[in-house]
């Protein structure tokens, strides 16, 4: 029955929030943990808020709504006084994208504090941190001629609190213990098993019917694929995509069985903590949010029953709690902005390493008060012999504890680094609070060494390997011996620094790495790249790549080889689907084709995978199929893959399911030219 209704729940696409994939460069909100940190996205721990419409908002008891309370209320508070002085402006060029916007702003000395406008709409909404700045721009803009329009200001309301909005609604319904729509978690469960239900949905389904829900999912993932390269496909394309999807019963490639994680429970080497107010109104409580604060909920539950949280951060949050329940400080309180602590990020490591970085909001704190929180966090530590072996303080003062590069550089409260090492294949890396490395380490060896069979590396290393988004470089560090060199790019800064000291600490030196935009990079030394060996491995973000990197990727006549790695195959659908769509003045250079995929399971309990595609094009294309005009139809060897707790071995799943018969060179369709023109269907791409 619950594997029936947790499929029901996944197949109808409910939102949900969970420990899974790598969800770097979201812009979300504290709350429910999912792959890079925590989101919010469900319901209240009792299905409702305490519903007396008398309470008033102080957030750090119950968070209630006052009758009298408006949805604008935050924007009162001088901190986020910014949403109120808010415009909107009209009769922008469509192709003007926010930079364009911004670079108007600077050009004419206004002021701003955030410019959102969409792709191919006429208009923008901008805040400004005053009402003098405001005005400036209303006089400078209106009627001002921008690429050939006149621009047109009008005022624009602060957005509206969906806190106090979901709360008020709520107060409202008939029953206000009704399941709730948007996440189908039971509201009378005990508050500790709606936590683990939001954060691992499938924890009390068995692993190996796990690993067929997952794989369901994916195959339906590409079946939307396979019909996206089609309408995007004509003349030959469209044949070989509509082969395709014949030979493998819907699917536009070959599908290899899913990779099993070989820890299932325990697995998360990065958790981050919400603190807040529990279910029974506790201060300073340190765990997961089982609502989200769009639905009206800000409670805050421990984590006792996740299974894919490690005991040791399990400890470590219950010591955490007990110190920040000592202090005289409260919890910082999202609906009305004030208070102290705010988030708790707990990193482990196979070495036995941990660390712990502890934010706060110190807007509110009194001269001195500071030096005590450092001194007695310290003293804490030691005397209660926490098992960490980094601790930082962090201020940040942002929205959404987001702040980046805004923040001030951390407090080193325990320890003599701000970084613990894991071993990866071999290899040692630094990770840094910030620093994106995979959260399930023995899942990424078996990820990694799937992507370096993929690459195809002849013996002569005489490949050069673009590691596209590289992060930290674990990827292409991992291979730098089998190629002649590695060209890292990534767009974040900090993430260049730590693969640059990662390749030194490995003793690492064919590699390169540009922090930069990976159509730039590309672009520049493409020259460099003329008439060699080039694969491409791409690891983006859950968005996918941008579409300015897929155009590059296509008229690089270089790189014929490319292993796609997705955490999540949404967002990569429209990549693979451009990658693959037949040449126009909009897409130019050879198409990819689709050659074979698999799963490799990440994330234990819940619904995300790792999805890795490779694809080829030209001779690469050809050298990847099999040459054999007789192969027959192959079933798929049995997947079965020890796999362990953090403790103990529990559980082999065995995944077991006919594939039809891979593409030959025999299999494609033919060229339709002239008779003395026609060559091998490869030979076309």
């Not at 530590?381 to 942002?398: A, C, G, K, M, R």
């Not at 970084?419 to 990866?424: R, V």
Request: hydrophobic fraction near 35%; aromatic fraction near 6%; charged fraction near 25%.
């Amino acid at each position: 029955t619950t594997t029936t209704t947790t499929t029901k729940m996944l197949r109808r696409g409910k939102r949900r929030t969970n420990l899974g994939g790598d969800d770097v460069g979201d812009d979300v909100d504290v709350g429910v943990v999912n792959d890079v940190g925590v989101v919010d996205s469900t319901v209240d721990v009792d299905g409702t808020v305490d519903a007396d419409v008398n309470d008033v908002v102080d957030g750090t008891v119950d968070g209630t709504v006052d009758a009298g309370v408006g949805p604008r209320v935050y924007s009162a508070d001088e901190a986020h006084g910014s949403t109120l002085y808010k415009i909107s402006l009209k009769n922008i060029n469509k192709h003007s994208d926010v930079g364009a916007l911004k670079r108007l702003f600077r050009k004419n000395n206004v002021n701003f504090s955030k410019i959102k406008k969409r792709d191919n709409m006429d208009h923008a909404f901008i805040t400004f941190p005053s009402k003098e700045d405001m005005q400036l721009a209303e006089k400078t803009f209106q009627n001002y001629s921008f690429k050939g329009l006149t621009l047109r200001v009008e005022d624009a309301k602060a957005l509206e609190d969906p806190f106090i909005i979901a709360q008020k609604q709520r107060m409202k319904q008939e029953n206000p213990n009704k399941r709730h729509k948007a996440t189908d978690i039971d509201p009378s469960l005990p508050p500790l098993e709606q936590v683990a239900d939001r954060a691992c949905p499938l924890w009390r389904t068995p692993y190996e019917e796990q690993l067929k829900i997952k794989r369901d999912i994916v195959e339906k993932g590409f079946v939307n694929i396979g019909k996206g390269i089609r309408k995007a496909s004509e003349g030959e394309d469209r044949k070989w995509i509509h082969a395709a999807t014949r030979i493998h019963h819907g699917l536009p490639c070959e599908m290899e069985p899913m990779i099993p994680s070989p820890l299932v429970d325990g697995y998360r080497t990065k958790c981050e903590f919400t603190i807040g107010a529990g279910p029974h109104h506790e201060a300073n409580t340190v765990g997961f949010r089982v609502g989200s604060y769009q639905d009206g909920s800000i409670t805050v539950v421990p984590p006792t029953l996740c299974s894919n949280v490690p005991q040791t951060s399990k400890d470590i949050v219950s010591y955490i709690q007990s110190f920040l329940r000592e202090t005289e400080f409260s919890h910082y309180d999202k609906v009305i902005h004030k208070g102290t602590w705010r988030q708790l990020l707990v990193r482990t490591s196979r070495k036995g390493e941990s660390l712990a970085t502890l934010y706060l909001c110190d807007t509110f704190l009194q001269d001195g008060d500071m030096e005590k929180i450092v001194t007695s966090f310290k003293a804490f530590i030691e005397t209660h012999n926490v098992p960490l072996t980094v601790v930082t303080l962090q201020v940040d003062n942002s929205i959404s504890c987001h702040g980046g590069s805004e923040r001030p550089a951390p407090i080193l409260v325990h320890g003599d680094r701000e970084y613990i090492t894991e071993e990866l294949l071999g290899l040692e890396f630094r990770i840094s609070s910030d620093a994106f490395f995979q959260v399930n380490t023995e899942g990424a060896e078996k990820l990694y060494s799937l992507i370096g069979n993929w690459c195809q590396l002849s013996d002569q290393r005489d490949e050069i390997l673009l590691d596209v988004c590289c992060g930290t470089g674990t990827i292409g560090q991992t291979l730098a011996s089998k190629v002649k060199k590695v060209i890292g790019i990534e767009m974040v800064e900090d993430a260049v620094i730590d693969a640059r000291a990662n390749a030194e600490r490995n003793g690492i030196t064919n590699v390169e790495y540009h922090a930069d935009r990976a159509e730039n990079v590309i672009s520049n030394i493409s020259q460099s790249l003329r008439r060699k060996r080039v694969v491409a491995v791409v690891d983006p973000p859950r968005a996918g790549l941008h579409p300015k990197v897929v155009r590059t990727l296509r008229t690089s006549p270089e790189v014929n080889r490319l292993v796609y790695v997705s955490c999540s195959l949404k967002g990569a659908t429209q990549n693979i689907i451009d990658l693959c769509r037949s040449h126009s003045k909009k897409w130019r250079g050879q198409p990819y084709r689709l050659v074979r995929a698999a799963t490799v399971d990440m994330f234990p309990h819940t619904d995300h995978c790792e999805v890795v595609m490779f694809l080829a094009r030209g001779k690469a294309l050809e050298e990847s199929l099999p040459q054999n005009e007789d192969a027959a139809p192959t079933e798929n060897p049995t997947a079965t893959v020890e796999t362990t707790t953090a403790e103990t071995a529990t559980v082999q799943p065995t995944i077991a399911k006919a594939t039809p018969q891979p593409l030959t060179s025999s299999s494609l369709p033919t060229a339709t030219k002239p008779k003395d023109q026609q060559q091998s269907w490869c030979s076309l791409m």
